[in-house]
């Protein structure tokens, strides 16, 4: 179960383990061809995978993963084949990370005050760059032994709810998939089996994506189960959406989230790269 592209990837620009040229290196062995380096809400780490990418003969899809809200839901974009530099998009950026940074030190302080001092400092140690998020506030917890793993911390102290937890500000998704449209970016709804919405509410999501400019949905994806790609493939079908593949690969050691492990899309869906082809070579020509 290997798939040639990998459409969702993280590095140490954001809250992976990799340094993007590690990232791409580590793809081309497990035979990605053709890979998205898609940081939350950072485009840091492109020039450095453009490089590696280079150096590999991977292709690299420009990329970036924006957390925004519909309707009181946290909602994931990854935007692709993005031009980085665009001023709208980074502007965009710039604004999350700023609110990003304050919901850090908010968490930092939850968590002083229940009784764990020096979780911001030791996140921001981890985080080692400007976006600091609660997979490194994970890490710290776990080092500092508070948590078995990642996932026990989060249950502990990061999950809404916990002592540890600050709600989020993010941009709204309509405005989100709008910096990514002015980046020249095609907008994809990440991982919707994620979001615990009903069949109907996940519809209605996936309309309002899709009226926004929204292009295409993650229908393989690390963190789906069989069941929640078949969901995800109604949605694409339903909603006219392209469908996109994406490991949203983290960290080396976790056997069902690999760089390119990933099954084929179901044979009748669009898939993303297809969708965009015509306006790729419009711009060759
Ligand atoms: P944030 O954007 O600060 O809310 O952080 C969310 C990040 O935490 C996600 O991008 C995941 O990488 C990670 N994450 C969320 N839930 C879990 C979990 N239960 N176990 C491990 N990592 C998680
Ligand atoms: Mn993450
Ligand atoms: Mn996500
Ligand atoms: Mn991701």
Same mark, same amino acid.
């Given at each position: 179960?290997?798939?040639?592209w990998?459409l969702?990837?993280? /590095?140490?620009?954001?809250?992976?383990?990799?340094?993007?040229?590690?990232?791409?290196?580590?793809?081309? +062995?497990?035979?990605?061809?053709v890979?998205a380096?898609?940081?939350? %809400?950072?485009?840091?780490?492109?020039?450095?995978?453009?490089?590696?990418?280079?150096?590999?003969?991977?292709e690299l899809v420009p990329?970036?993963?924006? /957390?925004?809200?519909?309707?009181?839901? +946290?909602?994931?974009?990854? *935007?692709l084949w993005i031009e980085?530099?665009?001023?709208?998009?980074?502007?965009?950026?710039?604004?999350?990370?700023?609110?990003?940074?304050? =919901?850090?030190?908010?968490?930092?302080?939850?968590?002083?005050?229940?009784?764990?001092?020096?979780?911001?400092?030791?996140?921001?140690?981890?985080?080692?760059? +400007?976006?600091?998020?609660?997979?490194?506030?994970? =890490?710290?917890?776990?080092?500092?032994?508070?948590? =078995?793993?990642?996932? %026990?911390?989060? %249950?502990?102290?990061?999950?809404?709810?916990? &002592? *540890?937890?600050?709600?989020?500000?993010?941009?709204? #998704?309509?405005?989100?998939?709008?910096?990514?449209?002015?980046?020249g970016g095609t907008?994809?709804?990440?991982?919707?089996?994620?979001?615990?919405?009903?069949?109907?509410?996940?519809?209605? #999501?996936?309309?309002?994506?899709?009226?926004?400019?929204?292009a295409a949905?993650?229908?393989?994806? *690390? /963190?789906?189960?069989?069941?929640?790609?078949?969901?995800?493939?109604?949605?694409?079908?339903?909603?006219?959406?392209a469908?996109?593949?994406?490991? %949203?690969?983290?960290?080396?050691?976790?056997?069902?989230?690999?760089?390119?492990?990933?099954? &084929?899309?179901?044979?009748?869906?669009t898939p993303v790269w297809a969708a965009r082809a015509p306006r790729a070579r419009e711009g060759v020509a």
């Amino acid at each position: 179960m290997s798939s040639p592209w990998d459409l969702h990837s993280h /590095s140490t620009a954001s809250d992976g383990t990799l340094t993007p040229a590690a990232l791409v290196r580590r793809a081309a +062995e497990h035979g990605v061809r053709v890979l998205a380096l898609t940081d939350h %809400d950072t485009t840091d780490g492109l020039p450095e995978a453009a490089e590696a990418a280079v150096a590999t003969g991977v292709e690299l899809v420009p990329g970036v993963e924006l /957390s925004t809200v519909w309707e009181g839901v +946290e909602v994931h974009v990854v *935007g692709l084949w993005i031009e980085p530099d665009h001023p709208a998009l980074q502007e965009g950026l710039a604004a999350q990370r700023e609110r990003r940074g304050a =919901r850090a030190r908010a968490m930092g302080e939850r968590l002083a005050r229940a009784g764990i001092p020096g979780a911001y400092e030791g996140a921001r140690a981890l985080a080692g760059g +400007e976006v600091v998020n609660r997979s490194h506030f994970a =890490r710290y917890l776990v080092a500092a032994g508070r948590g =078995r793993d990642l996932g %026990d911390a989060f %249950d502990r102290y990061l999950r809404q709810g916990r &002592p *540890g937890y600050a709600p989020p500000e993010w941009v709204d #998704l309509a405005e989100g998939v709008g910096w990514i449209r002015a980046a020249g970016g095609t907008a994809v709804l990440a991982h919707p089996g994620r979001y615990r919405l009903s069949a109907g509410r996940l519809r209605r #999501l996936a309309a309002a994506f899709r009226e926004a400019g929204g292009a295409a949905v993650e229908v393989v994806c *690390g /963190s789906h189960t069989p069941a929640q790609v078949q969901a995800a493939a109604g949605l694409a079908r339903r909603h006219g959406l392209a469908a996109s593949v994406g490991s %949203d690969f983290h960290a080396p050691g976790n056997p069902w989230r690999e760089l390119g492990r990933l099954a &084929p899309l179901p044979a009748d869906l669009t898939p993303v790269w297809a969708a965009r082809a015509p306006r790729a070579r419009e711009g060759v020509a």
